[in-house]
């Protein structure tokens, strides 16, 4: 079945990590919201940097720097496209998405906050966004405060509004839930935010490889997201922020590159980006990034999304028809993510006998602690998946599952 017109043995065959076998059957692998596999044109990209370009960025001005140079920036203009950001230097290169909420928590956060502050996040939020809160909270006296969700892991927005106190000096959500694959309605609480006065971060680290990403029409305050769940290298990612928070922020990280002018009587800074990006950074990290973006954007983000949607619908039905399940996330029009438990047998154990049948699917507290807290549960099934996955995969998936839970009763 080709969803949404696309080719997909074609597209298959543009991965050629997909091709392997594991544990001696074919490969299916339904872990893409922990990491995507990368197109060869991206790991492509990344060897051609290596063996034809190589040199450091915006030092040298022999050739190769500034052939790396432009391959570095030009991932940046990519980037800016993807997230119709209204300045290319509003792009902040960094490491992923954890990297990025550190350097708000830093830079714009800690500074303002004072004893009795409030920053307001999610019971459904990755640790990422979490625990730089309470690490800046922690320094200052201020408090991380959730807002509350329903059992179908929807988040509860009269409740979040009813939080949005003075006392908040950053409002910080999720757009798509890693565990839940709820999509939260990002732009109804950035005008929320607004009305409040409270800034608003939107960690995109899941909604960026589903989801048509425009910051513009969001009307968010700073966005974060992760380069190799984008079919990008690992150690990618970047911050997007508004222009006039930027120019506000002094660096988090110092070093080479990200001055103007160093004298032991006082340093200035460049102007952002390059002020938060102290430093080598992953140069040939950021030109596979780059080809990733190109990548999708053949494809298209739309028909990404439909094939995704028809996945999902046919993964759930199909795992409905098994007694015995329990699912966390059943919010309508969710990510392609399926969180589950299976009554009498542990989330570790069916995992790892399906990796023992080529399948692999992720469990585990999904590095959200405080959600798991909320369900009661130490850990869950996940099986999450992206476009390239299969109905067929998604068969083979299901019947070994309901085989290798016999094995466990
Ligand atoms: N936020 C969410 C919702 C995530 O799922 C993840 C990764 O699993 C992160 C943040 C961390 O992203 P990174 O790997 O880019 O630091």
Not at 33 to 51: G, L
Not at 62 to 67: D, I
Not at 246 to 253: G, Q, R, T
């Amino acid at each position: 079945m080709n969803d949404a017109g696309l080719d997909i043995a074609r597209i298959r065959a543009d991965f050629p990590l997909l091709a392997r076998d594991v544990n001696g059957k074919p490969l299916v692998y339904l872990d893409n919201a922990n990491t995507s596999q990368k197109p060869a044109v991206v790991i492509d990209a990344v060897e051609h940097f290596y063996r034809s370009t190589n040199a450091n960025v915006a030092r040298a001005v022999h050739t190769l720097g500034a052939e790396a140079t432009a391959a570095y920036e030009g991932a940046r203009d990519r980037l800016a496209r993807f997230i119709n950001a209204p300045s290319r230097d509003e792009v902040i290169l960094t490491s992923g998405t954890t990297q990025a909420i550190n350097l708000v928590a830093y830079s714009f956060a800690l500074p303002r906050l004072a004893p009795g502050d409030e920053i307001l996040v999610t019971r459904m939020e990755h640790h990422a966004n979490i625990v730089p809160w309470q690490l800046v909270a922690g320094r200052s006296g201020a408090k991380v405060v959730p807002a509350p969700i329903s059992e179908a892991g929807e988040l509860l927005i009269d409740e979040f509004v009813a939080r949005l106190s003075p006392r908040v000096k950053l409002a910080a959500v999720t757009h798509v839930s890693n565990v839940l694959g709820t999509v939260n309605p990002v732009a109804q609480l950035a005008r929320e935010c607004r009305r409040h006065g409270v800034p608003l971060l939107i960690d995109g680290s899941q909604a960026a490889p589903h989801l048509g990403i425009d910051v513009r029409a969001l009307g968010c305050d700073f966005y974060a997201l992760t380069g190799h769940k984008l079919f990008g290298p690992t150690g990618t990612g970047l911050l997007w922020a508004k222009r006039a928070h930027l120019e506000a922020m002094p660096p988090f990280f110092g070093g080479g590159e990200m001055i103007r002018d160093v004298r032991f009587e006082g340093t200035t800074f460049a102007e952002p980006p390059h002020r938060f990006e102290a430093g080598t950074p992953n140069i040939a990290g950021f030109v596979g990034l780059g080809a990733a973006i190109d990548y999708v954007g053949s494809i298209g983000i739309e028909r990404i999304a439909a094939r995704e949607r028809a996945l999902l619908a046919h993964a759930q039905a199909a795992l409905e028809g098994i007694p015995g399940l329990r699912f966390f996330g059943e919010v309508p029009g969710k990510a392609p993510v399926i969180s589950f438990l299976v009554d009498g047998a542990h989330a570790h154990d069916l995992a790892t006998l399906l990796d023992h049948e080529g399948i692999a699917v992720r469990s585990g507290h999904h590095c959200a602690h405080p959600l798991m807290q909320f369900y009661g549960v130490p850990a869950t099934l996940r099986a999450s998946l992206a476009f390239y996955n299969t109905h067929e995969e998604i068969d083979r998936f299901v019947a070994a599952l309901v085989r290798v839970r016999k094995l466990l009763g």
